[in-house]
T-cell receptor, first 110, second 112 residues
Framework: QKEVEQNSGPLSVPEGAIASLNCTYS??????FFWYRQYSGKSPELIMS????GDKEDGRFTAQLNKASQYVSLLIRDSQPSDSATYLC??????????FGSGTQLTVLP | DGGITQSPKYLFRKEGQNVTLSCEQN?????MYWYRQDPGQGLRLIYY???????QKGDIAEGYSVSREKKESFPLTVTSAQKNPTAFYLC???????????FGEGSRLTVL
């Protein structure tokens, strides 16, 4: 059974701080890794994808991947109240299927 | 605009009734997926299709059925055999082998 685990949350950070979201996965052959943001009552939207070890930066978002440790994280710098949402980690293996974690709810306090 | 359209957005059903959720995409994506989300939970895969006229069961296919007669369309039927059908249903499509998904707005089904 492929598993994707996220820190349980909820996570609260003050406005302007760095939010750190973590995810571990069990399937060693996983090849693609994604972070989705989901606002309450809405569908998920892709915010970051990462395919190789290391860091990938896009604006205020940085994804970090360590395949040896089976660990992927998302850092949000200068957090804004509009970043308050549930963040879903998703991992894809060879069958082009995504397995999702249960999500971490982030609240950015003004 | 290109995208994925799900309908209806809200649906109420009596126990024992089958319902069909529509999913149409004009992104020219080969692969399409149906996920179910329960409150406070992640997404669980119901069915997926990587090509027309072919589909595969996901992790929770029991009580559901699908068809893929056209590339653009992937409807999901929630049958009376599904024990707990009240949930948020999400349709998605994917353009390539990376697994990146694009989601529709979802359909919220409530069984009365």
């Amino acid at each position: 059974q492929k598993e994707v685990e996220q820190n349980s949350g909820p996570l609260s950070v003050p406005e302007g701080a760095i939010a750190s979201l973590n995810c571990t996965y069990s399937d060693r052959v996983s090849q693609s890794f994604f972070w989705y943001r989901q606002y309450s009552g809405k569908s998920p939207e892709l915010i970051m994808s990462i395919y190789s070890n290391g860091d990938k930066e896009d604006g205020r978002f940085t994804a970090q991947l360590n395949k040896a440790s089976q660990y992927v994280s998302l850092l949000i710098r200068d957090s804004q109240p509009s970043d308050s949402a549930t963040y879903l980690c998703a991992v894809s293996g060879s069958a082009r299927q995504l397995t999702f974690g249960s999500g971490t709810q982030l609240t950015v306090l003004p | 605009d290109g995208g994925i359209t799900q309908s209806p957005k809200y649906l109420f059903r009596k126990e024992g009734q089958n319902v069909t959720l529509s999913c149409e995409q004009n992104l020219n994506h080969d692969a399409m997926y149906w996920y179910r989300q329960d409150p406070g939970q992640g997404l669980r895969l119901i069915y997926y299709s990587q090509i027309v006229n072919d589909f595969q069961k996901g992790d929770i296919a029991e009580g559901y059925s699908v068809s893929r007669e056209k590339k653009e369309s992937f409807p999901l039927t929630v049958t009376s055999a599904q024990k707990n059908p009240t949930a948020f249903y999400l349709c998605a499509s994917s353009p390539d082998s990376t697994g990146e998904l694009f989601f529709g707005e979802g359909s919220r089904l409530t069984v009365l």
